[in-house]
């Protein structure tokens, strides 16, 4: 079956700009993950949702970061006011279970650049 | 909450060689040891994991252990070849209910 997509594949913004990813989980996984990576750098928790819910949203960076997730599927994570340390790899990833006890498979991810 | 520690950060092995990566991790209730590869322009994707009740686990060339008095497990690569120069992630679940991923490791192997 298909793998978790995530959309765009490439976002290039200027300074202040607002920005929409997006991420399509695996059918039928009730978890979903957010990460943030830079360049060269780890995988940076953002925040996770257990079906519409998120009950750890503790990484999330500022308050110009919001996540919501519908119908227990696809999930938007925008970012306000974009600014140049914003710049990295966006990632999602879900699992079939919440807990950190099972696989997470994870997208492309949506490679981000503040100007 | 949850610290992981992974070491090195880079890695240079001779092909035919073996490659070994290991990590720390803080939290005495993490039970579950994923490692993650991530090839250039692509999402982390799986290669193996360990849990608690176990101490090595083997996937053809591939193997981790688990020694849980120390908090330390590594991943064991054997026979490298070309294909797996990568970046690998190690990671321990936490008791927040998600999992804590190493800093990484960019492993090269040299023709």
């Known amino acids: 079956g298909a793998g978790v997509s995530q959309s765009p594949s490439n976002k290039v913004t200027e300074k202040g700009k607002d920005v929409e990813l997006r991420c399509d989980p695996i059918?039928?996984?009730?978890?979903l993950y957010w990460y943030r990576q830079s360049l060269g750098q780890g995988l940076e928790f953002l925040i996770y949702?257990?079906?519409?819910?998120?009950?750890?949203k503790s990484g999330l960076p500022s308050d110009r970061f919001s996540a919501e997730r519908t119908g227990g599927s696809v999930s938007t994570l925008t970012i306000q006011r974009t600014q140049q340390e914003d710049s990295a790899v966006y990632l999602c990833?879900?699992?079939?279970?919440?807990?950190?006890?099972?696989?997470?498979?994870f997208g492309p991810g949506t490679r981000l650049l503040v100007l | 909450g949850e610290n992981v520690e992974q070491h090195p950060s880079t890695l240079s092995v001779q092909e035919g060689d073996s490659a070994v990566i290991k990590c720390t991790y803080s939290?005495?209730?993490?039970?579950?040891f994923p490692w993650y590869k991530q090839e250039l322009g692509k999402g982390p994707q799986l290669i193996i994991d360990?849990?608690?009740?176990?101490g090595e686990k083997k996937d053809q060339r591939i193997a981790v252990t688990l020694n849980k008095t120390a908090k330390h497990f590594s991943l064991h690569i054997t026979e490298t070849q070309p294909e797996d120069s990568a970046v690998y992630f190690c990671?321990?679940?936490?008791?927040?209910?998600?999992?804590?991923f190493g800093s990484g490791t960019r492993l090269s192997i040299r023709p």
């Open positions: 939290d005495s209730a993490s039970n579950y």
């Open positions: 949702f257990q079906g519409n819910s998120a009950p750890d």
């Open positions: 990671a321990a679940d936490s008791s927040a209910s998600k999992i804590i």
């Open positions: 360990i849990r608690s009740n176990v």
């Open positions: 990833a879900s699992s079939l279970e919440n807990g950190g006890r099972e696989t997470q498979y």
């Open positions: 059918s039928g996984h009730t978890a």
